[in-house]
């Protein structure tokens, strides 16, 4: 076996840059249980950029805002709509882990550079992947403090509770036709990621739209990337829409896991987080082929959450609609009993469910 060059502890955290990253840092701590962590700004003396750091379990995530006009962020902002910049990626050598990286071909970001407070440090480094999204290699060994160096701690005037988010389960990147292979061989050579699974167009087709999929996972499988291309329809496909409004790759959706969907969908759903919606008929199956699950089978349909079996186990999932205004990133829910999979069963009844609300949008 060979040697992990690229060793990964976990993801560290997910950035986006936002139009507005106060009220962001609002919606995902009022709607998604998020816990204020960390904050920059103009206060803290960064005279370029906002951020508010958020935590739930071991989900970090940074909302970054352009304070002036002619910014980078405000430029991916006018381009992608809200959108995921960095996915950073916690290692114990960020130094080593950019030298492994661009000796087999990543195109570099930042050169490994080390950031320092009162704390300790922090060194961080940079590769470039699909569209504009990059991927930050981050040593926190010798870091005590809350999050980075730069950030304070954010204590606002508001409280929020968790809905139970544990860990990123996966995070899907969407790249343009034709592209999957290519990325799929760059997470594989240059990363030294694996492929777990693939996804043909026949397997998640409709009458209307087509994907394929490739799920790219690293050696101790703690990162999985799923990796989505449009295929060829009748109609268009989600992938082409997300590419059409997104302004080419980027990330599509984040599967936050959870060990009791129940409880967290019916937070999220009172707290105004919307659904895709599968219809009450997809239940008159469903436990036909899944057989028995552990949870009440009426409040899996109540919530309207999805339900899948492999040779391991089986899940339990939900798809959220698109959280900004442009139809592009949004959120799975996940709650794993032992399957690794990643819905197959469902995808027929989701992609028809995407295309309802493609249809009510017109673009489908
Ligand atoms: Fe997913």
Sequence with gaps: MNKDFLPINGTDFVEFYVGNAKQSAY????????????????????????SYAIRQGKVTMVLTTALTPDSEIGEHVKKHGDGVKYIALWVDDAAKSFEETTKRGAKAYMEPKTYADDQGKV????????????????????????FLPGFVEWNPGFKSEPVGFKYIDHMVGNVDWGQMNTWAKFYNEVMGFDQLISFDDKDISTEYSALMSKVMANDNMRIKFPINEPAEGKKKSQIEEYIDFYGG??????????????????????????????????????????????????EVKKLNIL???DDEGYLLQIFSKPVEDRPTVFYEIIQRMGAKSFGKGNFKALFESIEREQERRGTL
């Design 307 to 309: 339900v899948d079996r």
């Design 249 to 298: 790759a980027g990330v599509q959706h984040l599967a936050l896991a959870t060990d009791d969907i129940l409880h967290t969908v019916g937070e999220l759903r009172r707290r105004g987080v919307e659904f895709l919606y599968v219809p009450e008929t997809y239940y008159d199956t469903v436990f036909d082929r899944v057989g028995e699950i552990n949870e009440d089978m009426e």
């Design 123 to 146: 060194i961080m480094s940079g590769i470039h992947t699909y569209g504009e999204t990059v991927h930050l290699f981050v040593e926190r060994k010798d870091y005590k403090g809350i």
């Design 27 to 50: 919606y995902y701590c009022m709607a998604f249980g998020f816990q204020p962590l960390g904050y920059r700004g103009l206060e803290t003396g960064d005279k370029e950029k906002t």
